[in-house]
């Protein structure tokens, strides 16, 4: 499975930007998708992570981040709300064939990733 994720870019604090992933798979609705990031100096760590039926989050991005997906277009979207300075980071999707990715031993694709930096 290939992932190009896009919708990366400077966002002010209290903004919002939305995330997609695009993945070239036939079978992209047995994939557990994911989405992780990495900020400068620090390890990179999990966001959410979405299956068929359920979706997890980490208690840092709960209630501000949604993440979705689109089986018809083979695509998940981060929606991310009231963004902060320490939201700065670059986003990487993250697929996994028949887990939902919540660490990265799980993942069996990433995307390139995409930089969001939210300025103050």
């Known amino acids: 499975v290939q992932l190009q994720a896009s919708g990366g870019g400077l966002v002010q604090a209290g903004g919002s930007l939305r995330l997609s992933c695009a993945a070239s798979v036939r079978t992209f609705s047995r994939y557990g998708m994911g989405w992780f990031r990495q900020a400068p100096g620090k390890e990179r760590e999990f966001l959410a992570a979405i299956t068929g039926g359920s979706t997890y989050y980490a208690d840092s991005v709960k209630g501000r981040f949604t993440m979705s997906r689109d089986n018809a277009k083979n695509t998940v979207y981060l929606q991310m709300n009231n963004l902060k300075p320490e939201d700065t980071a670059t986003y990487y999707c993250?697929?996994?064939?028949?887990?939902?990715?919540?660490?990265?031993?799980?993942?069996?694709?990433w995307g390139q990733g995409t930089q969001v930096p939210v300025s103050s």
């Open positions: 993250a697929a996994s064939q028949g887990f939902a990715p919540r660490t990265e031993s799980r993942v069996d694709a």
